[in-house]
């Protein structure tokens, strides 16, 4: 049984890095949206991800970036994942993610009246319109981009979409064990739901994240599920 992966979002000090990485994080994402509270300049990035050790992956989160702010970007950050959180189409996401040649990941906001069809044929659409599609990011449907912080009806996940996808929205050290158990996502990502104020990592709630979904995986891997 392969363990899950976990991102934290939203990072803006070096401090909270070093806390992120030392607590056993997957990657890290840095906010390049300009209205969110957690956004970082490119340089900003830079500096935080030099004190990321290797094999921890530095994402960047995108809101309906033009191809010339995502070069831009990325010619002073070097990021290993790009994460696309607008409302990018197939086609936009395919050219961004082709500009500079780098993987990312599309989010795909789930209402209540979203069918699994609708996931299916949605992920389909990006794995057909890029190569360097990875993976959708499912979050919860609001009127506004970046997170929600609020959960859906984890039901509305095909079972055989599951495992490649990162699951998002209104996560938490108390309820995470039990969305890993029942969806079994690829990942897990979480931002406030760790945080003690906006863009400020709690170390402590990081950890018992972090705790939480290997308490799921051991679950998962002992066949205790329902």
Same mark, same amino acid.
């Given at each position: 049984?392969?363990?899950?992966?976990?991102?934290?979002?939203?990072?803006?000090?070096?401090?909270?890095?070093?806390?992120?990485?030392?607590?056993?994080?997957?990657?890290?994402?840095?906010?390049?949206?300009?209205?969110?509270?957690?956004? @970082?300049?490119?340089? #900003?990035?830079?500096?935080?991800?030099?004190?990321?050790?290797?094999?921890?992956?530095?994402?960047?989160?995108?809101?309906?970036?033009?191809?010339?702010?995502?070069?831009?970007?990325?010619?002073?950050?070097?990021?290993?994942?790009?994460?696309?959180?607008?409302?990018?189409?197939?086609?936009?996401?395919?050219?961004?993610? #082709?500009?500079? #040649?780098?993987?990312?990941?599309?989010?795909?906001?789930?209402?209540?009246?979203?069918?699994?069809?609708?996931?299916?044929?949605?992920?389909?659409?990006?794995?057909?319109?890029?190569?360097?599609?990875?993976?959708?990011?499912?979050?919860?449907?609001?009127?506004?981009?970046?997170?929600?912080?609020?959960?859906?009806?984890?039901?509305?996940?095909?079972?055989?979409?599951?495992?490649?996808?990162?699951?998002?929205?209104?996560?938490?050290?108390?309820? @995470?064990?039990?969305?890993? @158990?029942?969806?079994?996502?690829?990942?897990?990502?979480?931002?406030?739901?760790?945080?003690?104020?906006?863009?400020?990592?709690?170390?402590?709630? @990081?950890?018992?994240?972090?705790?939480?979904? #290997?308490?799921?995986?051991?679950?998962?891997?002992?066949?205790?599920?329902?």
């Amino acid at each position: 049984m392969p363990r899950t992966r976990i991102k934290i979002c939203g990072l803006t000090r070096v401090e909270d890095v070093q806390a992120v990485v030392a607590a056993g994080a997957d990657a890290i994402g840095f906010v390049f949206y300009p209205k969110s509270p957690r956004y @970082v300049t490119p340089g #900003q990035a830079a500096s935080l991800i030099a004190a990321m050790p290797p094999y921890v992956t530095a994402v960047g989160l995108f809101v309906n970036a033009s191809v010339a702010e995502v070069q831009a970007i990325t010619a002073v950050a070097p990021l290993a994942l790009l994460q696309f959180h607008g409302d990018e189409t197939p086609e936009h996401s395919a050219a961004l993610a #082709q500009a500079v #040649q780098t993987p990312f990941v599309q989010v795909f906001r789930v209402r209540p009246d979203t069918s699994h069809q609708d996931l299916l044929e949605y992920e389909q659409r990006y794995r057909a319109a890029s190569p360097l599609f990875s993976s959708l990011l499912l979050d919860t449907y609001v009127d506004a981009y970046g997170g929600a912080g609020k959960v859906f009806d984890w039901s509305l996940v095909p079972e055989e979409l599951a495992p490649r996808v990162v699951l998002s929205g209104g996560l938490s050290v108390h309820n @995470v064990t039990d969305a890993v @158990v029942r969806v079994r996502p690829y990942a897990v990502d979480i931002s406030s739901g760790v945080e003690a104020a906006k863009g400020i990592k709690d170390a402590s709630r @990081v950890r018992a994240f972090i705790a939480a979904v #290997q308490d799921a995986d051991t679950i998962i891997a002992r066949g205790n599920t329902p």
